[in-house]
């Protein structure tokens, strides 16, 4: 037998053979896993919807879910809202799950992976490191801002000059400056 096959270069879904040869899986219930699993993430597309839009008649649909279902593709559950209202929630699943992987699934727990060992760190990416060399970055720290003349001959002569309380306030903050003793000028 000769085979002619094109590999698609978008807008393609890989699928297990294991489902494609499925012994206990009809073709119409290949098509609608295969549909479901071929969906974006985010899509909310019920089973029937799917039935609907592949063509597939309600006595097939019937059928093919309850041929999933009974395999472990799918899963099903009844809740009632806050309202009371009640919906159904379905999960398909590219492997088969068992009834207690499939709640796992659901309720967003891990089913086969074990938790890394450790605790927890927090996250390292978008901090500023805590110490950098000024020689070595790309963008050094501000160095420190150029003495005014004024506080230079302050700093000189050791006497403060009298002005306003606003240059009063400023110049307790610093405690530096508010000393008897004047700071030591840099060479």
Known sequence: MLRH???PVRFFSQVSNEILRHPRLSSDAVRILTWQLSLPADADESLSRTAERAGI???????????????????????????????????????????????????????????????PKGRVAGRHPEKTSVGKTSNPPPLPAPVPAAEAVEAETGRRRRRGPRCHKRLTRHRSWSTASPPSTPA
């Open 57 to 119: 008649k309600k006595a097939a649909f019937s059928r093919a879910k309850a041929q999933l279902k009974e395999e472990g593709y799918v899963h099903e559950w009844r809740q009632q809202g806050l309202r009371g209202l009640w919906a159904t929630v379905q999960l398909v699943s590219s492997v088969p799950l068992t009834a207690e992987q499939a709640v796992a699934a659901r309720d967003g727990h891990p089913t086969a992976a074990c938790p890394a060992a450790g605790r």
């Open 5 to 7: 096959a094109i590999a």
